[in-house]
């Protein structure tokens, strides 16, 4: 099995109304599809398109990118702790390729 | 003897002369033009935005910004998205943010691309309707060797 490009960082806990805080790291070239190979060749452009983030029912973050982001984006936001439930992270870059990773937060009332 | 530096300056350099043509610079009439393509024309204030970026950055290939937005984050009253533009980019509407009461609060980070050393605008849109900027100076040592630097 790969090794998942994502790594992220989320409280596995929290309080009904805490505000906690969420860093992914998405491993990506980005690639601006601007370079040339060393034979002066085109290098096909290939970024992330998008990242959501879904917890408990609704899309508390989403991004849209250009190459104007760097490789390996990084990205820190925040949520509200509502109830104890999944956080589905989704990536899609532009070749289709969709990679998906959940963490459950549990949240003490 | 060769320093990393004169490698890089190099590299850059031949970048420069394997460029493909009609590929242009975002200038600031190209940023005003993406502006108007998220506001639809409504107008845009400065204020409540908040704008972190470094004042030198040596590598524009990976530029840490922060944008914060004062807003309570209600259902009433939320920032909906948050833009970064640029002025001297290939591409002047950077990124998007998509946020909404459930964020709690509008802070954002992530890292971005440079180009050149420029003005870059955060760019807020509130459930209201309205839109607010942060303008921010950066001077980029190392521009992201996209087209030549």
Known sequence: MDISPARISVPTEAKKGDIIAIK????HPMETGYRVDRYGK??????????????????????????????????????????TGEIVFVWEDDQGKIVTERRTLTVAR | MLSRRDVI??????????VRPGRAHATPEFLEKAIQ????????????VR???PALAEN????????????????ADHVRAIHILSEKNPIAHLLSWHLGPRAGIAKVSTN????????VTALAEMSDGTFWR???????TVAACIDGG
Not at chain 1, 24 to 27: A, G, K, N, S
Not at chain 1, 46 to 75: C, E, H, L, W
Not at chain 2, 134 to 140: A, C, L, P
Request: include cysteine; aromatic fraction near 8%.
């Open chain 1, 24 to 27: 992914t790291l998405f491993r």
């Open chain 1, 42 to 83: 085109p290098i096909p452009r290939r970024i992330v398109k998008r990242f959501s983030v879904t917890y408990a029912g609704d899309v508390v973050f989403a991004m849209d990118f250009t190459q104007g982001v760097a490789a390996n984006p990084f990205i820190a936001f925040h949520a509200v702790a509502v109830e």
């Open chain 2, 9 to 18: 300056i190099a590299a850059c350099a031949l970048g420069s002369l394997t």
């Open chain 2, 37 to 48: 393509d998220i506001t639809k024309g409504a107008p845009v204030k400065d204020g409540k």
């Open chain 2, 51 to 53: 704008l972190t970026i």
């Open chain 2, 60 to 75: 524009g290939q990976s530029v840490y910004t922060t944008v914060a937005v004062e807003s309570p984050m209600t259902k």
């Open chain 2, 112 to 119: 971005i691309r440079l180009a050149a050393s420029q003005q």
């Open chain 2, 134 to 140: 942060d303008r921010r100076d950066i001077v980029v």
